[in-house]
C-alpha cells in the first residue's frame, strides 16, 4: 500500500521519504440533510441534501536504520506535506516490491488536523487525516480530450477497470464532433455522477460555424439543458465555455448569450445544434465517481 501526493513542490510517494503506508481508507461522503418541522405535524418534511466532503486516512509506519534517520523522516514529511495548500492524492496498490497499480481516480483534498508520530527508538508511527475540498467526488486523472487523443492502451494506467469505460466501444469515446443541424451526436461521461460547471470541470469550445445569421444554440436533449448565443456567430470566432465563463475570441462574452449552461448525466447524452448549418464541438471534462 502506498500513496501519490501532487502539490506545489511535485509529486512523491510516501515510499520515496521510507514511509510505508498501512491502510488507505476512504470514507463514504458526508451528507448535509435538509428538513423542515411542523407544529401540529409528525415527522419532518425532506428538503434533500447536499453531498459535502469525504475523509481519507493513511495509518502509516516508518522504520530507520539509525535513531537519527528516523527524525530525518519525520521533518522530510513536514516539509512534504504542507498544511496550507490543497493537494492532490491517489492510491497505490502494491502487489509485490516491483509491481505496483496507481489508481487512475484522483481526490483533491487538504489536510483535515494536524498529525503528531509516535516515536519508539528507530520507528515511527502516525495517520495523515485528509477531507476533500472543492468536490467529494474522485476524479478521472485525464480529460477527455486526452481521452480522445491517446486513447486506451493496455500498458496506460491512466484507466482501469471500474470506471465506466468498460460498457462502450473505444471508437466511440469522441469528445471532438463535427457536427450538423440536421442529425445528432452523443457524448458519453462514463463517471457515475453528473458534470454541472458549477461544481467541476466543464469546457466547451465551439467554432468554424456555418450559416449562422442570427444566434447559435446547443442543447443536450439528454438533460433539456442548452447554450443560447444570441448573436450570430462567425466562421472565425471561437467560442469557449470554461464552468461559468463565456468568452468570444478570449475575450469576455457572457452579455452576448442567454446565461444558460449544459450539463452532463452519466452515461450517454444527445447533443444537436440549431440556427446554423454546421459547427466543430468540443468537450473537455473529467469523468466524476461517487
Same mark, same amino acid.
Given at each position: 500500500?502506498?500513496?501519490?501526493?501532487?502539490?506545489?513542490k511535485?509529486?512523491? +510517494?510516501?515510499?520515496?521519504? !521510507?514511509?510505508?503506508?498501512?491502510?488507505?481508507?476512504?470514507s463514504?461522503?458526508?451528507?448535509?440533510?435538509?428538513?423542515?418541522?411542523?407544529?401540529?405535524?409528525?415527522?419532518?418534511?425532506?428538503?434533500?441534501?447536499?453531498?459535502?466532503?469525504?475523509?481519507?486516512?493513511?495509518?502509516?509506519?516508518? +522504520?530507520? +536504520?539509525?535513531?537519527?534517520?528516523?527524525?530525518?523522516?519525520?521533518?522530510?514529511?513536514?516539509?512534504?506535506?504542507?498544511e496550507?495548500?490543497e493537494l492532490?492524492i491517489?492510491?497505490?496498490s !502494491?502487489?509485490?516490491?516491483?509491481?505496483?497499480?496507481?489508481?487512475?481516480?484522483?481526490?483533491?483534498?487538504?489536510?483535515?488536523?494536524?498529525?503528531?508520530?509516535?516515536?519508539?527508538?528507530?520507528?515511527?508511527?502516525g495517520?495523515?487525516?485528509?477531507?476533500?475540498?472543492?468536490?467529494?467526488?474522485?476524479?478521472?486523472?485525464?480529460?477527455?480530450?486526452?481521452?480522445?487523443?491517446?486513447?486506451?492502451l493496455?500498458?496506460?494506467?491512466?484507466?482501469?477497470?471500474?470506471?465506466?469505460?468498460?460498457t462502450?466501444?473505444?471508437?466511440?469515446?469522441?469528445?471532438t464532433?463535427?457536427a450538423?443541424?440536421?442529425?445528432?451526436?452523443?457524448?458519453?461521461?462514463?463517471?457515475?455522477?453528473?458534470?454541472?460547471?458549477?461544481?467541476?470541470?466543464?469546457?466547451?469550445?465551439?467554432?468554424?460555424?456555418?450559416?449562422?445569421?442570427?444566434?447559435?444554440?446547443?442543447?443536450?436533449?439528454?438533460?433539456?439543458?442548452k447554450?443560447t448565443?444570441?448573436?450570430?456567430?462567425?466562421n472565425?470566432?471561437?467560442w469557449?465555455?470554461?464552468?461559468?465563463?463565456?468568452?468570444?475570441?478570449?475575450?469576455?462574452?457572457?452579455k452576448?448569450?442567454?446565461?444558460?449552461?449544459?450539463f452532463?448525466?452519466?452515461?450517454?447524452?444527445?447533443?444537436?445544434i440549431?440556427?446554423?448549418?454546421?459547427?466543430?464541438?468540443?468537450?473537455?471534462?473529467?469523468?466524476?465517481?461517487?
Open positions: 500500500m502506498d500513496a501519490l501526493i501532487t502539490s506545489k511535485g509529486q512523491f +510517494k510516501l515510499s520515496d521519504i !521510507n514511509i510505508s503506508a498501512i491502510d488507505f481508507i476512504i463514504s461522503i458526508n451528507k448535509k440533510n435538509y428538513f423542515q418541522e411542523l407544529e401540529g405535524r409528525s415527522g419532518r418534511i425532506d428538503f434533500g441534501s447536499d453531498s459535502s466532503y469525504r475523509t481519507i486516512r493513511i495509518p502509516f509506519y516508518s +522504520k530507520s +536504520k539509525y535513531l537519527y534517520d528516523a527524525r530525518m523522516v519525520r521533518d522530510e514529511l513536514f516539509s512534504m506535506i504542507d496550507d495548500e492532490l491517489q492510491e497505490i !502494491n502487489y509485490s516490491l516491483v509491481d505496483e497499480s496507481i489508481s487512475p481516480k484522483q481526490y483533491i483534498v487538504r489536510l483535515a488536523d494536524n498529525f503528531e508520530l509516535k516515536q519508539n527508538l528507530n520507528v515511527l508511527q495517520e495523515l487525516k485528509f477531507e476533500t475540498t472543492e468536490t467529494p467526488y474522485a476524479k478521472s486523472s485525464l480529460t477527455t480530450q486526452q481521452l480522445q487523443l491517446q486513447g486506451i493496455a500498458s496506460d494506467s491512466s484507466w482501469a477497470w471500474g470506471m465506466g469505460l468498460e462502450v466501444d473505444d471508437t466511440e469515446l469522441i469528445y464532433h463535427n450538423e443541424s440536421t442529425a445528432t451526436f452523443k457524448v458519453f461521461n462514463a463517471g457515475n455522477v453528473e458534470v454541472h460547471p458549477f461544481e467541476s470541470m466543464l469546457n466547451i469550445t465551439i467554432k468554424k460555424v456555418a450559416g449562422s445569421t442570427t444566434r447559435f444554440k446547443l442543447k443536450n436533449l439528454t438533460t433539456d439543458s447554450i448565443i444570441n448573436k450570430p456567430v462567425a472565425t470566432d471561437v469557449r465555455y470554461e464552468g461559468a465563463n463565456v468568452t468570444r475570441n478570449k475575450l469576455a462574452a457572457l452576448d448569450t442567454a446565461k444558460d449552461f449544459i452532463l448525466k452519466p452515461g450517454w447524452n444527445t447533443f444537436q440549431y440556427d446554423c448549418t454546421s459547427a466543430s464541438i468540443e468537450f473537455d471534462f473529467k469523468f466524476l465517481y461517487r
